[in-house]
């Protein structure tokens, strides 16, 4: 084993076994978000510098919805036996690197716009697989967001970093049939679809808190609600 792969070894231990960990799944229809996209990608990408892929909306939802679900974005001390609430979403973002798995952090994520996180994901992760991260990168993180469905999973039960209350798993875009209401009535048709899962501590989290966030995350992301941001 390489040193890197024991150590995330032991972080994954460390975190799996000293909290009480679950996960909720929810359904997300995001063919207006896809839509969005595929209409203003060219020209963000000409403006901003940088590609416009889905992962900067999931972390815009995410950090949204964190600021109207503080019991998500905290953290355990278990020595002191009290709670922190976090005043900042700085989100971690799993990136899948050639020495292993590395996870470093936007910092301030709920204060920036979709340019913004966009720009900083694409230098974090450019750091994390060249080898360019600083522990400042690498610190700090409030709450983590896992995209393996960029890898064609589905979904997964991600687990929650250690001194975190929750992570975010994002499952592959797919389209499949799906119910859809209309002003006609309720119809069939083919649709964008993604799940969305949250691992979480029982310690802290409740099953009701965890619904209500993923169902705040699907809100945000099915209204697609980006266009100003987008210049469209």
Same mark, same amino acid.
């Given at each position: 084993?390489?040193?890197?792969?024991?150590?995330?070894?032991?972080?994954?231990?460390?975190?799996?076994?000293?909290?009480?960990?679950?996960?909720?799944?929810?359904?997300?229809?995001?063919?207006?978000?896809?839509?969005?996209?595929?209409?203003?990608?060219?020209?963000?990408?000409?403006?901003?510098?940088?590609?416009?892929?889905?992962?900067?909306?999931?972390?815009?939802?995410?950090?949204?919805?964190?600021?109207?679900?503080?019991?998500?974005?905290?953290? @355990?001390?278990?020595?002191?036996?009290?709670?922190?609430?976090?005043?900042?979403?700085? @989100?971690?973002?799993?990136?899948?690197?050639?020495?292993?798995?590395?996870?470093?952090?936007?910092?301030?994520?709920?204060?920036?716009?979709?340019?913004?996180?966009?720009?900083?994901?694409?230098?974090?992760?450019?750091?994390?697989?060249?080898?360019?991260?600083?522990?400042?990168?690498?610190?700090?993180?409030?709450?983590?967001?896992?995209?393996?469905?960029?890898?064609?999973?589905?979904?997964?039960?991600?687990?929650?970093?250690?001194?975190?209350?929750?992570?975010?798993?994002?499952?592959?875009?797919?389209?499949?049939?799906?119910?859809?209401?209309?002003?006609?009535? %309720?119809?069939?048709?083919?649709?964008?679809?993604?799940?969305?899962?949250?691992?979480?501590?029982?310690?802290?989290?409740?099953?009701?808190?965890?619904?209500?966030?993923? %169902?705040?995350?699907?809100?945000?992301?099915?209204?697609?609600?980006?266009?100003?941001?987008?210049?469209?």
């Amino acid at each position: 084993m390489t040193r890197m792969r024991k150590v995330i070894g032991e972080n994954m231990m460390k975190a799996l076994h000293s909290q009480a960990q679950l996960t909720s799944v929810v359904e997300v229809d995001v063919t207006k978000l896809m839509k969005l996209r595929a209409r203003a990608k060219d020209a963000f990408a000409a403006r901003e510098g940088v590609k416009l892929s889905p992962m900067p909306f999931y972390v815009k939802a995410a950090a949204q919805a964190l600021k109207a679900h503080p019991v998500i974005n905290a953290r @355990i001390n278990e020595d002191e036996g009290t709670i922190t609430y976090f005043d900042s979403e700085n @989100i971690g973002i799993a990136v899948d690197a050639e020495k292993g798995l590395m996870t470093p952090v936007i910092k301030g994520a709920g204060d920036l716009n979709i340019a913004g996180i966009s720009k900083k994901t694409a230098e974090l992760a450019g750091k994390a697989r060249g080898g360019g991260l600083t522990p400042d990168d690498m610190s700090g993180a409030t709450f983590t967001i896992s995209n393996t469905g960029s890898r064609g999973a589905l979904f997964d039960t991600v687990i929650v970093p250690p001194n975190q209350a929750a992570i975010l798993g994002i499952g592959a875009t797919v389209k499949r049939p799906a119910v859809i209401e209309t002003e006609e009535g %309720t119809v069939i048709g083919v649709r964008d679809m993604t799940y969305l899962s949250l691992s979480y501590d029982h310690r802290l989290v409740d099953g009701a808190d965890a619904a209500r966030y993923l %169902t705040a995350v699907k809100a945000i992301l099915e209204a697609g609600e980006f266009e100003v941001e987008l210049g469209l």
